[in-house]
């Protein structure tokens, strides 16, 4: 089974801090993303990976980024964390370059005060 | 703006009755149309899926059925169980080989 594991299941971080968001997979996928699930409005992409060391933007990288040093590894980094990066984050890989199953972590449930 | 539009919000059905959710979009080049399932605390996780080139797909008690003229598709849960409560999102895959999903529609089916 495949297994994309999540650093954190809930965190707790003050206005203005540097986060980072560690995922881990097992699997050995070309492919990793980030997504941000708040209710209303769905999963929405934040970062994509398509293999090491290489990033792209996806429809809301505005006040993230990300960091793939290694295969197995993707993380996420809010640079200043503010209020409203409150939310969920699900980190997903997947196989391949038609990849047609992505695999989600358990997400992070991340609370900035 | 939102690639997949995704309805309704949130459903309820008695057991035994059929659910069903509404995906519509607008990019025609997207070319593969998974549905998600979601149950509280975990990640989504892969429940079903299409391709343009085929009208319907049946695994189970879960039928997807697209139409392309229409750029719509929608999932149909058959005898709906209270274990199928969850949210379900419905995704298109773009040709930069992203996923857009849809807002997410809450299912829950009472006893």
């Known amino acids: 089974d495949v297994k994309v594991t999540q650093s954190s299941r809930y965190l707790v971080k003050r206005t203005g801090e540097k986060v980072f968001l560690e995922c881990v997979q097992d699997m050995d996928h070309e492919n990793m993303f980030w997504y941000r699930q708040d209710p209303g409005l769905g999963l929405r992409l934040i970062y994509f990976s398509y293999d090491v060391k290489m990033k792209e933007k996806g429809d809301i990288p505005e006040g993230y980024s990300v960091s793939r040093e290694k295969k197995e590894r993707f993380s996420l980094i809010l640079e200043s964390a503010s209020t409203n990066q409150t939310s969920m984050y699900l980190c997903a890989s997947s196989f391949g370059s038609r990849h047609t199953e992505a695999f989600f972590g358990q997400g992070t449930r991340l609370t900035v005060v | 703006q939102q690639q997949v539009k995704q309805s309704p919000q949130s459903l309820i059905v008695q057991k035994g009755g059929i659910s069903i959710i509404n995906c519509a979009y607008e990019?025609?080049?997207?070319?593969?149309f998974p549905w998600y399932q979601q149950f509280p605390g975990k990640g989504p996780a892969l429940l079903i899926a299409?391709?343009?080139?085929?009208s319907e797909k049946k695994e189970g008690r879960f039928t997807i059925s697209f139409n392309k003229s229409a750029k719509q598709f929608s999932l149909h849960i058959m005898d709906s169980q209270p274990g199928d409560s969850a949210t379900y999102f419905c995704a298109a895959r773009g040709t930069g080989n992203q996923f857009y999903f849809g807002t997410g529609t809450s299912l829950t089916v009472i006893p």
């Open positions: 299409i391709r343009p080139d085929v």
């Open positions: 990019n025609t080049a997207f070319d593969y």
